[in-house]
């Protein structure tokens, strides 16, 4: 059976030493439809590196997961940034690279850690629901408990947990293997640990959700599994990463490369926190050659102070008014016999937009 399915053609791949600038997620979304991922389709992928053409070949089942989930994690992106300058708009060119994103900056962070999430969490959801067969469900933490006591609970902890390991494994395999070259970048190394921050967040983010069973919903028994939340949800603490990501710098002494914080007051960051290297810019005026929209034209909320606020979206130029006007047929009555008899209402929608 054949279906349409949407790719994210490339994941992430690095900066040419020779500064040629970088194709973030190179391909962009483009619609793919060839038998959800057979081998035939993966040399048809643009901008895959080779590691991950090879591992597109090994694992065909999981190719559609990957394709999903890559989706997903753009689809959260924008909506997490909806509501400020940068909204994670991606530019394809024809070409098929995409544009609008400099390496090494928070957004390019949190890019990498969302795609990376995302096909893990697409990856593990598909195998809990029997998509794949080379997982399953996680039963590692089965366990039955059983308590004779009155004044204890009695409950079984068999269900089908979430398999975060398996996704979390082929998420590693698949998006870390454009970066994973002999000698690494500076960029290269932050990717890759903004890769992992995002599987961390996966992996912390699974909790034990239970059903009860018993006379009345009396909860004797439990039947209990491990779960990961909405990815709503996971994209939520993601973007609460980006406004809290650390600044490093890359430092080699002899053959050691270390990444340390640039403001050493500062605590430093864990596996599980974004960093990023330079500053973003503003992402106030159109500028093609980077891939930045500018936000002329976007709507604001003129009564916030925050980031969706008209004086910061707006970067100070202004904003004005628009009124929307509009008429709609309400208030029908059914006419005995056989009408419907409606009244003429007028609506108006104001809104703000960036100058």
């Not at 619609?31 to 590691?51: M, P, Q, Y």
Request: charged share 25%; with cysteine.
């Amino acid at each position: 059976m054949r279906f349409p399915l949407l790719l994210l053609t490339s994941s992430l791949l690095i900066q040419s030493s020779m500064g040629l600038g970088m194709s973030w997620l190179s391909g962009g979304l483009v619609a793919w439809s060839d038998g959800g991922g057979n081998r035939t389709a993966c040399k048809d992928l643009k901008g895959v590196s080779k590691r991950q053409l090879r591992f597109c070949r090994r694992n065909p089942d999981v190719v559609p997961s990957i394709a999903i989930g890559a989706f997903n994690a753009y689809s959260e992106c924008q909506y997490q940034f909806k509501k400020r300058r940068w909204n994670c708009t991606l530019l394809e060119t024809s070409e098929g690279g995409g544009k609008g994103l400099e390496t090494g900056t928070r957004e390019a962070a949190f890019v990498h850690a969302i795609s990376s999430a995302g096909i893990a969490y697409r990856v593990t959801k598909d195998c809990s629901k029997g998509l794949s067969d080379k997982c399953g469900c996680d039963h590692t933490g089965n366990q039955r408990i059983t308590s004779h006591s009155s004044t204890k609970e009695q409950f079984e902890f068999e269900g089908c947990s979430d398999n975060i390991h398996y996704g979390i494994g082929v998420s590693r395999e698949f998006v870390d293997a454009s970066e994973r070259v002999k000698n690494k970048s500076e960029e290269s190394r932050v990717n890759l640990h903004n890769n992992r921050a995002g599987r961390e967040v996966i992996e912390k983010s699974l909790r034990r959700e239970c059903k009860c069973h018993g006379m009345s919903g009396s909860c004797e028994v439990k039947t209990c599994w491990m779960s990961m939340p909405p990815f709503r949800e996971v994209g939520e603490t993601m973007r609460e990463k980006f406004d809290g990501a650390s600044e490093v710098i890359i430092s080699t002494k002899g053959d050691e490369t270390r990444m340390t914080m640039k403001h050493n007051h500062l605590k430093r960051h864990t596996h599980a926190d974004l960093v990023y290297m330079r500053q973003s810019p503003d992402y106030c005026n159109i500028d093609e050659s980077r891939g930045i929209l500018g936000t002329r034209g976007r709507e604001c909320n003129h009564t916030s102070a925050a980031m969706d606020g008209c004086q910061l979206m707006c970067c100070n130029r202004g904003f004005k008014k628009v009124v929307k006007r509009s008429q709609e047929k309400c208030n029908c009555k059914f006419i005995y016999c056989c009408k419907v008899e409606c009244q003429t209402c007028f609506t108006e929608e104001t809104s703000y937009v960036c100058l």
